[in-house]
Nanobody, 125 residues
Framework: QVQLVESGGRLVQPGDSLRLSCTASGLTSVNYNMGWFRQAPGKEREFVAAIRWTGRLTSYTDSVQGRFTISRDNAKNTVYLQMNSLKPEDAAVYFC??????????????????WGQGTQVTVSH
């Protein structure tokens, strides 16, 4: 059974940095593309960042480009989201997702087969 477990979310102040981690278990191979999505209260889940299973391709939503960095360590079955210069509008529950597809359309929730339970990120004074 595949499980994705996120960690690292907490309360931070605007301008702070935070690193989220997502560790996968039960995956039968390493060729899973990984993504981070977030959902704020009353809003739909939205794409944040994704990384191809090789680690050579990444994708970001415009609002986090240049501030967030996604990376992965396949040996540890872990994907990271380094978030810098956090803003109040970044506050949300952040979800990790994994999926295997022949192509790559990272922004769509339908590209992912497995989801974590989420970790709360709060950005406030």
């Amino acid at each position: 059974q595949v499980q994705l477990v996120e960690s690292g979310g907490r309360l931070v102040q605007p301008g702070d940095s935070l690193r989220l981690s997502c560790t996968a278990s039960g995956l039968t191979s390493v060729n899973y593309n990984m993504g981070w999505f977030r959902q704020a209260p009353g809003k739909e889940r939205e794409f944040v960042a994704a990384i191809r299973w090789t680690g050579r391709l990444t994708s970001y939503t415009d609002s986090v480009q240049g501030r967030f960095t996604i990376s992965r360590d396949n040996a540890k079955n872990t994907v990271y989201l380094q978030m810098n210069s956090l803003k109040p509008e970044d506050a949300a529950v952040y979800f990790c997702a994994a999926g295997v597809r022949p192509g790559w359309s990272p922004t769509s929730i339908h590209e992912y087969d497995y989801w974590g339970q989420g970790t709360q990120v709060t950005v406030s004074h």
